[in-house]
């Protein structure tokens, strides 16, 4: 019997021993045209054994780099892309770099920096009074994402006013989105009264009795 540990290594695990049987078989294709033909349908067939390769934009290019890394670079055909070395795959990306941006309060993000910056810029009023309202909200919503437990609206105004420099104000008594909201939980006085209801409708059952059961004479 031929077991796996006997037979040759699979390349890329994703695509299956019988693609890259298929692959090895490819390059035993002694006509070019008739070689490329059946690349351009081993490709295919790729493309349903490994469907999350769609996902990105350049799938069809992964796909034909994979048929030549599994062909172990040896494979000669006329792809619609050129052909990978064994160089391009060993070299490693560019670093991206950091961030040099240095804030704070780093749980809000650079984006609450950003847009506190304009708002700075306009002139007071209904219009900016609701934007600034968003803007605290939002500031919940992320401060809960960090720390999701519970936290005090005036520190979120206070914040506000220390992300702008001392320059934006909110009254004290502004509401933000309650937190139980932000969070999806259910205030524990609904809570309880949901069980009493289902008590209530326990206890009326009960009494009216199973339907199905014949009623007993005295």
Known sequence: MD?????????????????????????????????????????????QMNPQVKESNDYNHKLWDHLHIIANYELDVDGPYPKPTPEM??????????????????????????????????????KKKAILVNIANQMKRDYLNWNRDTVNDLLILDDLYKISDGEITLPIDTKLTPTNEILGKVPQQQQQQKKKGGKKKNQVSAKSGNPNRPIKKN
């Open 3 to 47: 077991y796996n540990t006997g037979r040759e290594q699979i390349v890329i695990s994703e695509y299956g021993r019988n693609i890259q049987m298929m692959i090895r078989h490819l390059m035993e294709i002694e006509n070019r045209r008739q070689r490329t033909e059946a690349a351009y349908f081993v490709v295919n067939v790729m493309a």
């Open 89 to 126: 795959q060993k070299k490693r990306p560019d670093h991206i770099g950091y961030q040099k941006n240095s804030i704070r309060y780093g749980h809000y993000g650079q984006y609450i920096y950003d847009i506190v910056k304009k708002v700075k810029e306009m002139e007071d009023g209904p």
